[in-house]
């Protein structure tokens, strides 16, 4: 028993202390795990530059999803080197508390795809990483387009009480969605939300020919944030 019971320490601290002997990474592996990241982070933020349909483009940030892209990468290499080293790194890390607010919720979605390729590339899979990373960018290309076909806007008519009858006339022939409704004395305020291909305005100038129709605005809405 005792035998057995020092055969089993003895392994214990032999496969502690060879775990303490950090692994060498090869020069070649290392170039090809940061190149793979920079090609996904290449690849993100040509896609975040033309395909961004937010409210404000950040050039800030978009570069920053290249450098997370690769951040990550040398650290997944780090970590995966020697088990000693990677619960030092998630202890390192853990202390660490970013603040930083996110104004388009789709921006969290390229955040995830920058972290997920740079573990991929760290890890080694350089093939997976970089194919991933165009899947992904033809999935939201895709949508995209199909998005920027058709646009949410807001139509906002201010307008005397007098002529509700004919603004209701003209809202009749139109498919839209009624958001707000304010009366100020004489004075009307209306906002409805329309659908528009390929940026039609042509319903600006059917309100404008109305009597007593002071303005109209047409603001490009998302559901969060007017343009």
Known sequence: MNLRLLSVIDDTIKLFSDSLNFSILTPAGIIAAMLSSLVCGIIIYLVYRFCYRGVVYSDNFNILLVM?????????????????????????????RFRAAIKDPLDIGFLFWAIASGIT???????VA????????VIYIVFSLLKKQKKNYLLIVH?????????????????YRLKN???SGSGVELTIEI??????????????????????TLLEYSGEYMN
């Open 159 to 175: 307008y005397d009480e007098s002529a509700e009858a004919n603004v209701n006339a003209v809202l009749g022939g139109m498919k």
């Open 68 to 96: 997370i892209t690769s951040i990550t990468g040398f650290i997944i290499m780090t970590i995966s080197s020697n088990v000693v080293l990677s619960l030092g790194m998630v202890g390192a890390l853990s202390i660490v």
């Open 130 to 137: 970089v194919l991933g990373t165009v899947i992904i960018a």
């Open 181 to 183: 409704k304010t009366q």
């Open 195 to 216: 659908k528009l291909k390929n940026n039609d305005t042509t319903q600006l100038s059917r309100f404008k020919g109305i009597e007593n129709v002071n303005s109209v």
């Open 121 to 127: 590339a760290g890890a080694g899979l350089y093939f």
